[in-house]
């Protein structure tokens, strides 16, 4: 299992490392994105075309200063800091795949518990909306991501252990894991058809990929990078959140059984 | 006949609302409150530019996946 894991990583970093150092090779701004933003007119000056020009390197950039830190805060609060089974075993908790869902988790009032969860809906409903909006108003992946992320967030402040919205850990797993893949599939599938790394495709046997009004057809893979986006910043935003929260259970409980000890 | 260039976020929206939908632990009541709550917010948000449409068809129909999702797969609380 392990050998096959090393494997597909190892594959994976060469294509990936390589595609990008081809890229870096013969280096211009991609005229895809350009073309978006220049001929429809939605930036004033060519300053804004060319940031919007690098944008997907520059959002690429972002998606692995995100990963660093949420495997930062893993290495500081998640499993170096406490070992499941020694948690389990001095709190007494259930058993499940879930470490972090204790019993007993603070809740807050019941007209928050109103308000928080009709409001989660519709910020996950706004977070998607910003996600899927992103190449033709403020906003995109990172945005939107956030957005759903604080929709978790907001409910598990509310209803603490029995929050509605719940991202287990293995579903944070797989979308970080598919988000970063197809942001850097795509990346690769453009370099096989424009020669660049990233380069924005609009169309792929006549056919859209994108399929849009005319005047923005030529938003091309753009869409489809800020829903890798999104994928990604949801799940490691939600991570980072997830421990955190999880830290604070973890001091509370360590304190209540010193009380108990103490007495 | 149905433009797919029009409604094509919508689809998208609304297959992302499931997948998230479905993570909802809690049945989601009150259907009709939330629909009519979201074509409001839509009514306000207003469609994406160059989308021709009175409302965001895309939050109705990610308010939608999120129910679907939630009625159909989620719902359960471990």
Redesign the interface.
């Known amino acids: 299992m392990n050998s096959k894991r090393d494997l597909v990583a190892g594959i994976s970093f060469f294509v990936f490392g390589a595609s990008i150092l081809y890229s870096l090779s013969n280096m211009h701004v991609n005229p895809g994105v350009n073309l978006v933003y220049l001929t429809h007119y939605i930036i004033p000056n060519y300053v804004c075309s060319v940031i919007f020009g690098w944008r997907a390197y520059d959002t690429f950039g972002e998606c692995l200063v995100l990963v660093v830190a949420v495997m930062v805060s893993w290495v500081v609060f998640g499993k170096s800091l406490y070992d499941n089974t020694y948690l389990k075993e001095l709190f007494k908790a259930p058993e499940t795949d879930d470490y972090i869902t204790l019993k007993g988790w603070g809740e807050y009032t019941p007209i928050i518990k109103f308000l928080a969860f009709p409001a989660s809906v519709f910020m996950v409903a706004l977070g998607i909306v910003t996600i899927l909006g992103g190449h033709i108003t403020p906003g995109g992946g990172f945005q939107g991501g956030a957005l759903i992320a604080s929709a978790l967030i907001l409910s598990v402040v509310a209803f603490g252990s029995k929050s509605p919205l719940w991202f287990d850990h293995k579903y944070l797993e797989k979308l970080e894991a598919i988000g970063a893949l197809t942001y850097l599939l795509l990346g690769v599938v453009g370099m096989f058809i424009g020669g660049y790394y990233l380069f924005i495709f609009t169309s792929f046997d006549n056919i859209p990929i994108f399929p849009a009004p005319k005047e923005i057809v030529t938003a091309g893979i753009i869409p489809y990078l800020n829903i890798a986006v999104g994928l990604k910043v949801l799940a490691g935003l939600s991570t980072a959140a997830f421990l955190l929260s999880c830290e604070k259970v973890i001091i509370e409980r360590i304190e209540k059984s010193e009380e108990i000890l103490n007495k | 006949m149905l433009d797919?260039?029009?409604y094509?976020?919508s689809i998208?929206?609304f297959i992302?609302?499931v997948f998230?939908?479905a993570?909802?632990?809690?049945k989601?009541k009150n259907i009709f409150g939330?629909l009519v709550?979201?074509i409001v917010?839509a009514y306000f948000?207003k469609a994406?530019?160059?989308?021709?449409l009175p409302l965001?068809l895309?939050?109705v129909s990610?308010?939608i996946g999120?129910i679907l999702g939630n009625r159909v797969f989620g719902g359960k609380?471990?």
Do not use: D, E, H, Q
Not at chain 2, 23 to 26: F, I, N, T
Not at chain 2, 48 to 52: A, E, L, S
């Open positions: 797919i260039s029009l094509y976020p998208l929206a992302i609302g998230i939908g993570k909802y632990r809690m989601i939330y709550l979201s917010i948000l994406f530019p160059y989308y021709n965001s895309t939050f990610s308010v999120i609380m471990s």
